[in-house]
């Protein structure tokens, strides 16, 4: 987020994949349902695999390929990793973005030292709807979790408030409609993409 000309990440959650692992007896769909993250939801990244194959045993087989929580990932707080360098190199990108304010990214790198280091691909941007997603961390008491939360909110009431004599063109809502709708149909074809052929496959 940017307050006053001022950034700073406030943040940092990573994404570990729902992933079951072989025993060369169960089905993927008895470990599935064996996992203690477990809900009835799962269906909607199983349903893309062959749910009646039997891994062998220690074979490790990712359940779901795409980075949200409707799709099975867990979510830990590793804020503990910013450093100077992923501060600079986050900061760049909005450099000629003086209108984003507040948001996340969503990011992919070789590796943590990678990622310390500043050197990541930047896969999506939200803005000023984003979560605080290092609040989901299990780990964390519900409690903290609303501070986390109410404390994003404080600093968003600020920048806005802080932004509201800058002008900005605003979109229709048939537009917004419209790449909505299609950036749907982009997630669904980038799913069905990343999902092997054969799920035996590595």
Not at 124 to 131: I, K, M, R, T, Y
Not at 147 to 165: D, N, T, V, Y
Not at 188 to 202: G, I, K, T
Request: glycine share 6%; hydrophobic share 35%; proline share 4%.
């Amino acid at each position: 987020m940017r307050y006053q000309g001022q950034a700073r990440i406030t943040g940092i959650n990573q994404k570990h994949f729902p992933t079951v692992i072989g025993n060369g007896v169960d089905s993927i769909e008895c470990l599935a349902r064996a996992h203690y993250r477990y809900t009835a939801h799962w269906q909607t990244f199983l349903q893309y695999l062959d749910i009646t194959r039997i891994p062998l045993r220690d074979e490790q087989v990712q359940l779901s390929f795409i980075g949200s929580h409707t799709m099975g990932c867990k979510f830990t707080d590793d804020t503990h990793l910013l450093t100077d360098q992923l501060s600079t190199a986050v900061e760049q990108i909005f450099v000629d973005q003086p209108g984003f304010n507040f948001g996340w990214l969503d990011l992919k790198c070789a590796s943590e030292t990678s990622f310390k280091h500043g050197e990541f691909v930047v896969i999506e941007v939200n803005g000023v709807a984003s979560l605080p997603t290092h609040m989901f961390d299990p780990g964390h008491s519900l409690w903290r979790g609303y501070q986390i939360f109410f404390a994003h909110g404080r600093w968003l009431l600020k920048i806005a408030a802080e932004q509201r004599r800058h002008s900005m063109p605003l979109d229709s809502y048939r537009n917004i409609a419209n790449r909505v709708s299609h950036n749907y149909r982009l997630l669904n074809d980038a799913h069905q993409q990343l999902m092997p052929s054969d799920p035996a496959e590595p």
